[in-house]
């Protein structure tokens, strides 16, 4: 099985060999504001990189955050995580597929604005 995700200019492509263990939605400003909320998390071994890898950048938060934010370089779409850990975030914004699972928890709910009601 293969489930496909790429950016929004379509440079970055990549697929999943199996679904995602769990889908979580995070409300923190962090993930607000780099533009991702939804992550799948995957398998290290699940993730296969298909096209783009040299379109991607890395933002590498200061201590003690350590969630490393991946993106695209030519159209800033949100990654996640896709290369640390055995198991990777992948931001769900980019899966063209339906991965079988639907999100299963949230977090930060707190923090999420005003305008943003979690469920
Ligand atoms: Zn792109
Ligand atoms: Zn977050």
Same mark, same amino acid.
């Given at each position: 099985?293969?489930?496909?995700?790429?950016?929004?200019?379509?440079?970055v492509?990549?697929?999943?060999?199996?679904?995602?263990?769990?889908?979580?939605?995070?409300?923190? /400003?962090?993930?607000?504001?780099? =533009?991702?909320? !939804?992550?799948?998390?995957?398998?290290?071994?699940?993730?296969h990189?298909l !096209?783009?890898?040299?379109?991607?950048?890395?933002?590498?938060?200061?201590?003690?955050?350590?969630?490393?934010?991946?993106?695209?370089?030519?159209?800033?779409?949100?990654?996640?995580?896709?290369? /640390? =850990?055995?198991?990777?975030?992948?931001?769900?914004?980019?899966?063209?597929?339906?991965? =079988?699972?639907?999100? /299963?928890?949230?977090e930060?709910?707190?923090?999420?604005?005003?305008?943003?009601?979690?469920?």
């Amino acid at each position: 099985m293969s489930i496909k995700g790429s950016c929004c200019c379509g440079g970055v492509r990549f697929e999943l060999f199996e679904p995602p263990l769990m889908l979580g939605t995070c409300h923190c /400003s962090r993930c607000r504001k780099a =533009g991702s909320g !939804a992550y799948a998390y995957v398998r290290a071994e699940a993730f296969h990189w298909l !096209a783009g890898r040299e379109l991607v950048a890395r933002y590498h938060p200061k201590p003690p955050m350590k969630f490393n934010r991946s993106f695209c370089k030519r159209c800033g779409t949100s990654l996640g995580d896709p290369d /640390s =850990g055995r198991i990777l975030a992948i931001a769900a914004n980019c899966l063209d597929d339906d991965p =079988g699972v639907a999100v /299963s928890f949230e977090e930060f709910t707190p923090d999420a604005p005003p305008w943003e009601k979690p469920a």
